[in-house]
């Protein structure tokens, strides 16, 4: 077959993406991969070793900055991904099982959908959307799980969920930053996750 022939190049033109294409998926396994060894840390940091530290009502969460920012990073489908795991931990360690779940996947996907059109992929903007699912998500857990089965009263809100949701805010640049890192080290677009 001559050189110039549309088959040809068309056989060229796919050896060359399918190489490209086994690289595009060895980086989302990576970055996968580096996205639950943080989930591993972040998850013991949260459990295991700030209760010790700080008084139990400023125990930062670390959990939902993850997957806030990973949404923010990489998109709808990331987020989705990164809800579900993170929600099943923090479940798993809280003993509401649906809720953090449910929660998390919804926001995550929100977040994912709607970051792109109003921010920029920037520590900034998953530190914003970071506070703003914690405070959500604990005021919510708060208000359904305290409040209304009448354990405490509507004040408690105010002593409990904003000075955590603050504090979070307060250290999220340390949980934000590796991420931010990772979306920085793995440069091209993938679109898996699109």
Do not use: H
């Amino acid at each position: 077959m001559p050189q110039g022939t549309p088959a040809n190049r068309t056989g060229n033109y796919l050896q060359g993406k399918g190489n490209d294409m086994v690289s595009v998926r060895r980086e989302i396994a990576v970055k996968t991969l580096y996205y639950l060894l943080l989930l591993f840390v972040f998850f013991g940091l949260e459990t295991a070793v700030f209760p010790r530290f700080f008084p139990l009502r400023l125990t930062p969460l670390l959990l939902p900055f993850l997957c806030a920012s990973v949404a923010v990073y990489d998109g709808e489908v990331a987020g989705l991904i990164a809800g579900v795991l993170t929600g099943l931990f923090m479940d798993g360690a809280a003993g509401t099982f649906p809720y953090y779940t449910i929660v998390l996947l919804v926001a995550c996907g929100f977040i994912g959908a709607s970051s792109p059109q109003y921010f920029r992929k920037r520590i900034p903007s998953a530190m914003l959307w970071g506070a703003g699912l914690v405070l959500v998500t604990e005021a919510l857990r708060f208000i359904a799980l305290v409040y209304l089965p009448g354990r405490a009263g509507l004040g408690d809100l105010f002593t409990v969920v904003l000075p955590r949701s603050f504090f979070s805010l307060l250290f999220s640049p340390l949980w934000v930053g590796p991420i931010y890192w990772i979306r920085r080290f793995f440069r091209r677009e993938q679109r898996f996750y699109r």
